[in-house]
């Protein structure tokens, strides 16, 4: 069976291409093609961020008491990447490529070290503190993230 990690990471991955269409539309002063892709990554990384934080955030912190733990710290860097989401998008729509490439590299490595604590350490978390409970809460993630285009997994 499928756990939390398995279906949030393969998200993570698809985030990731979505970012990397942009950047290579962007490097190539495709305006139009780029906002257009940053608008499809953007999408899809408020959508996970929603899904965790309304969803598996509160089960993960109701089974485990734990609310000022790694939840917190996701939470706070999900901020922070609004913040670069909105910057990188206002240099696109700007067509500042410097800004732009600036604001998304800034972010992918943000991104990353993100991902990196959240597969490793809060997802198997998740998977061993609700896992009488996987089955259905795996379903409901695949159901909120899943995007237009993008295909049921």
């Given at each position: 069976?499928?756990?939390?990690?398995?279906?949030?990471?393969?998200?993570?991955?698809?985030c990731?291409?979505?970012?990397?269409?942009a950047?290579?539309?962007?490097?190539?002063?495709?305006w139009?093609?780029?906002?257009?892709?940053?608008?499809?990554?953007?999408?899809?990384?408020?959508?996970?961020?929603?899904?965790?934080?309304?969803f598996?955030?509160?089960?993960?912190?109701q089974?485990?008491g734990?609310?000022?733990?790694?939840?917190q710290v996701?939470r706070l860097?999900?901020?922070?990447?609004?913040q670069l989401?909105?910057?990188?998008?206002?240099?696109?729509?700007?067509?500042d490529?410097e800004?732009?490439?600036?604001?998304?590299e800034?972010?992918?490595?943000?991104?990353?070290q993100?991902n990196v604590?959240?597969?490793n350490?809060?997802?198997?978390m998740?998977?061993e503190?609700?896992?009488?409970?996987?089955e259905?809460?795996?379903?409901?993630?695949?159901?909120?993230?899943?995007?237009?285009?993008q295909?049921?997994?």
């Amino acid at each position: 069976m499928q756990g939390i990690r398995d279906v949030m990471a393969r998200h993570h991955r698809s985030c990731d291409d979505l970012l990397a269409a942009a950047e290579r539309a962007a490097a190539n002063s495709a305006w139009g093609t780029a906002l257009d892709a940053f608008a499809r990554f953007r999408e899809a990384m408020l959508v996970h961020f929603s899904a965790e934080e309304s969803f598996l955030f509160p089960l993960f912190e109701q089974r485990t008491g734990i609310h000022l733990g790694p939840t917190q710290v996701m939470r706070l860097e999900h901020a922070q990447m609004r913040q670069l989401l909105a910057a990188a998008e206002s240099a696109l729509a700007a067509h500042d490529g410097e800004e732009y490439a600036g604001n998304a590299e800034t972010l992918l490595i943000m991104m990353q070290q993100h991902n990196v604590k959240e597969e490793n350490v809060l997802y198997p978390m998740c998977d061993e503190q609700l896992a009488d409970q996987l089955e259905a809460i795996v379903q409901q993630l695949k159901q909120s993230i899943e995007q237009p285009g993008q295909g049921a997994e």
